[in-house]
């Protein structure tokens, strides 16, 4: 397996672990997450901390364990994996922000658009990252 696919497995699997905690939270609080910006700020920016540096560490004992290959720089299919992970991450993250942007302020509460606009987030950064994996597992060459 290569060392930006093992980056991106670790990415992608700490994003679903941590950002399961903070949906979970919202969506099985008994009345609905605390309405206050200061808690949202604090669950959702301490679950991403705890991400990043997890992600932070994984990346290095895997740069630490493929040395070689870690500072190898990204060849063309690399580039190519990485560029269509983004680009329909952003497509994804543009439907959500129509939602959150032009629907939702219609017909829902602050709070609810809010977290719509945080899983759009996710959710958009899970596509790159799923793409990213599955181009990888599939031999994708652009």
């Not at 705890?50 to 895997?62: A, E, Y």
């Not at 959150?100 to 977290?115: A, C, E, F, L």
Request: hydrophobic share 55%.
């Amino acid at each position: 397996m290569a060392f930006r696919e093992k980056t991106a497995w670790l990415t992608l699997a700490c994003m679903l672990v941590a950002y399961s905690v903070y949906f979970g939270w919202v969506l099985l609080a008994p009345h609905g997450p605390d309405p206050r910006p200061i808690t949202i700020v604090w669950w959702f920016g301490g679950i991403t901390g705890v991400q990043v540096v997890v992600v932070i560490i994984g990346s290095i004992l895997l740069a630490v364990q493929a040395r070689r290959e870690a500072q190898a720089r990204p060849d063309e299919r690399d580039r190519a994996i990485a560029r269509r992970g983004a680009s329909m991450g952003y497509y994804v993250l543009m439907v959500g922000m129509i939602l959150v942007g032009v629907v939702m302020p219609i017909t829902d509460s602050r709070w609810k658009i809010i977290n719509t606009a945080l899983l759009a987030l996710v959710i958009a950064e899970t596509v790159r990252y799923g793409i990213i994996v599955a181009s990888y597992r599939r031999g994708w060459h652009g």
